[in-house]
């Protein structure tokens, strides 16, 4: 089993900035790609970054530079780096993990439990 925790959420002013974080734990070969999501009320969960093993990156919004994801594989966590924070970047912020377990051979899918961010002033 894989767990994936998130950390670095919280209340923050317009323009502040967090850092969100994700560990992964457990018994497993390798994580390859990486991403986050979020999902505000009333509407659907959307990609935010998305990383793979070896460190391509991409984004919902190429030319948001607000955002940057990143990862530690020695550690097994993934980092968003959020700055100019607004508003409506205000939701529950996923993590979500391609796991390949021991013996598999395909990824398996995980998701934590997610962690709220609110942008308000």
């Known amino acids: 089993q894989v767990q994936l925790v998130e950390s670095g959420g919280g209340l923050v002013q317009p323009g502040g900035s967090l850092r969100l974080s994700c560990a992964a734990s457990?018994?497993?070969?390798?994580?390859?790609?990486m991403a986050w999501y979020r999902q505000s009320p009333g509407k659907q969960r959307e990609m935010v970054a998305g990383i793979s093993r070896s460190g391509y990156e991409n984004y919902a919004t190429p030319r948001n530079n607000r955002f940057k994801i990143s990862r530690d594989n020695a550690n097994n966590v993934v980092y968003l780096q959020m700055d100019d924070l607004k508003p409506e970047d205000t939701a529950v912020y996923y993590c979500n993990a391609w796991v390949r377990g021991s013996g598999a051979s395909a990824d398996q899918a995980y998701w934590g439990q997610g962690i709220q961010v609110t942008v308000n002033s």
């Open positions: 457990g018994d497993f070969l390798m994580i390859n790609a």
